[in-house]
């Protein structure tokens, strides 16, 4: 997995380097990028961190930035700078998926408070990314019979009531409930309900 890192998108260098001085004091990992379209050149799915992008830079916009980096399904929190006057284009981000906006002449340790905040969702997000690819790797080892058995058990249907209806024995059933709880790695009926939350099987 990369190292989580705050990209600092903003056509001012004297902002990209106190931003970048005051990041590295507090210990957190950034790289400077002078306008969106360095970044959109570079930008890699697979990249972990935050994104603070200026939204009125020459050039591409920090709007449009966003707009792109959306189409690209980039799952990275976005975080903004704005302008006072650009604050209903802030907002209007925000309603699009964007993590926050931060007000120019703006506080060192709040953004700082913000990005740290943006970070600890997207490790968040990368941990969820894992678990599910985990279940979706224990779903595929479970056959088509099993998963007629597990969908009549998360049902909450009783192995008897199962039994009549794929006719079949209980014990058979039994079997099947024994190898999916071992397949899925859980003890419980309860257990595979909340395993599967959002996950179409």
Known sequence: ???????????????????????????????????????????????????????????MSG?????????????????????HGDVPMAVGALKKGAFDFIEKPFNDNELIDIVDKALAADAERQRAAADRETVE??????????????ALILEGKFNKVIADELNISMRTV???RAKIFDKMGVRSAVELAQMLTGIRY
């Open 1 to 59: 997995m990369n190292e989580a890192c705050a990209h600092i998108i903003d056509d001012d260098e004297a902002i990209r380097d106190a931003l970048e001085w005051q990041f590295r004091t507090r210990g957190l990992s950034c790289r400077l990028w002078p306008g969106a379209e360095d970044f959109l050149a570079a930008w890699q799915p697979e990249w972990n961190g935050c994104i603070v992008l200026d939204i009125r830079m020459n050039g």
């Open 63 to 83: 709007l449009e930035c966003f707009d792109a980096l959306l189409a690209r399904d980039c799952r990275l929190p976005v975080i903004f700078i704005t302008g």
């Open 174 to 176: 039994e079997a099947h």
């Open 137 to 150: 790797t224990r779903l595929a080892t479970v056959t088509t019979r099993e998963r007629e058995v597990m």
